[in-house]
């Protein structure tokens, strides 16, 4: 036996006497029913504001975010779930906030189901303008809806490419209908509909089922699919599409073919500055933990800018599977420059003396317990922009933390043909 309600008993819907949103819930409840849909083949998702309680009024799969954003979530749970019925409930207030991705969901022509409750004003916070108040209401926010010329919903809608797009009235018979014809509708459908706030904007305006019906009349009658706007809808065309695409490629593999120095957990933080490829000798340190057969991990932070700033790459190898991938007991810090040792200068107190420091030339050290090997890099005739690179040969002739077979692995892995030469050039003055 189909159920007979799919609103949620033990949240029963409340909203002020009289509101339209009520309604509105009650219409698409029948529209549900009629269907034959039942609560796990639906997917509620509300924007912010009353026709945000939608979501937890009804049995159904739900979702709830932040104003304005309700499309964003019900393209992702579409593209994920594309067998379930995906409503997004959102009032003018969320309209007015999230356009942009009212534009966007009528481009793509996802299969999803927009319904704006349309009762000209921020009903939930006081009664404030909205993108769709009349020039003439009188709100709670002053006269700036004088101003600013209301939106057209449906025009809007059918000008970004929206294929189903409806204007209506709560209060008109075929509510329920129209809802059934635009749920059923493989595409994006978009039911403006209007309605009464009873709790802010009639308490300034005279609004009634009656003067919404000849206003509505007065405009373009929207009610149905979009010639012009007919095409495939985006899940069934991303398919399409995505099949035709050429095989990707199989990621990077790297086969473990020796064992670490180490068997215990390591941590290396390298602190350096743009320009000094910091982030590049982190990727080749984490290829180096992978071919040793060691989960591997690499935090970065730097800035904007190029060629000045901190570069800093946290790295973590481990036998282990790694949770947090942010160095928390290093067992070796290389220290390239000023700007990154600054950015990390509270970490250096911490240092006991078992931590290997590799301190490059002109860089000066905060106080530390840490074991300091100075690196006579511009002796060696190692530009600035190798240091990363050449410290990582510093410690694998150290046999810490790698070893020259997991770094000649990582080399390999990394770089190719003219480029992997050079590199292993500069690094053969390390081990001379
Ligand atoms: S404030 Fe307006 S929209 Fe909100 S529940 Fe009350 S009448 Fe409905």
Redesign the pocket.
């Known amino acids: 036996m189909p159920e007979k309600t799919l609103l949620n008993h033990s949240r029963p819907p409340?909203?002020?006497?009289?509101?339209?949103?009520?309604q509105v819930l009650r219409s698409l409840d029948k529209a549900f029913l009629n269907l034959g849909l039942a609560g796990h083949q639906i997917c509620m998702v509300s924007d912010i504001?009353?026709?945000g309680?939608f979501d937890v009024f009804f049995n159904t799969h739900a979702m709830h975010g932040v104003h304005g954003r309700a499309l964003t979530y019900a393209a992702g749970i579409k593209l994920c779930q594309p067998e379930l019925n995906v409503v997004v409930t959102m009032?003018d207030g969320g309209l007015g906030i999230g356009a942009a991705h009212v534009i966007a969901a009528c481009r793509r022509n996802l299969d999803l189901t927009l319904l704006v409750?349309n009762?000209y004003?921020f009903?939930?916070t006081g009664?404030q303008y909205s993108a769709t108040t009349p020039n003439e209401a009188v709100v709670g926010s002053g006269f700036l809806n004088k101003l600013d010329k209301p939106l057209d919903l449906p025009a809007l809608a059918a000008a970004a490419g929206a294929p189903f797009v409806c204007r209506c009235s709560t209060y008109q018979k075929d509510l329920t209908e129209t809802l059934e014809r635009a749920i059923t509708y493989k595409g994006f459908s978009v039911v403006e509909i209007h309605?009464?706030?009873?709790?802010?904007?009639?308490k300034r305006n005279k609004i009634t089922p009656q003067s919404i019906a000849q206003d509505l009349a007065a405009k373009e009658q929207v009610c149905g699919e979009v010639a012009a706007n007919q095409r495939q809808e985006y899940g069934l065309a991303y398919g399409r599409e995505a099949a035709a695409q050429p095989a990707l490629p199989r990621p990077l593999g790297i086969e473990p073919l020796c064992q670490a120095p180490q068997q215990t957990r390591q941590e290396v933080v390298i602190l350096g500055a743009a320009g000094q490829r910091i982030i590049t000798a982190g990727e080749v340190l984490a290829l180096a933990g992978l071919a040793a057969g060691l989960h591997a991990s690499q935090k970065n932070e730097y800035n904007v800018t190029v060629l000045r700033g901190p570069s800093i790459s946290d790295l973590i190898l481990s036998p282990e599977p790694i949770a947090y991938n942010g160095a928390q007991r290093p067992s070796v810090v290389i220290a390239l420059s000023h700007e990154g040792v600054e950015r990390r200068r509270g970490g250096f107190a911490g240092l006991g003396p078992e931590v290997l420091i590799l301190q490059a030339p002109g860089v000066e050290l905060p106080p530390s317990a840490g074991r300091v090997l100075a690196m006579d890099f511009k002796g060696m005739g190692i530009k600035a922009a190798d240091w990363a690179l050449a410290s990582l040969a510093v410690l694998a002739r150290q046999n810490q933390v790698l070893n020259q077979q997991m770094l000649v692995a990582a080399l390999e892995a990394r770089f190719q043909d003219k480029t992997l030469a050079a590199v292993k050039e500069t690094l053969a003055r390390v081990a001379s």
């Open positions: 409340i909203f002020c006497p009289g509101c339209s949103h009520d504001g009353c026709s309680f009032g409750l009762n004003n009903g939930m009664g309605g009464i706030c009873p709790g802010r904007f009639t």
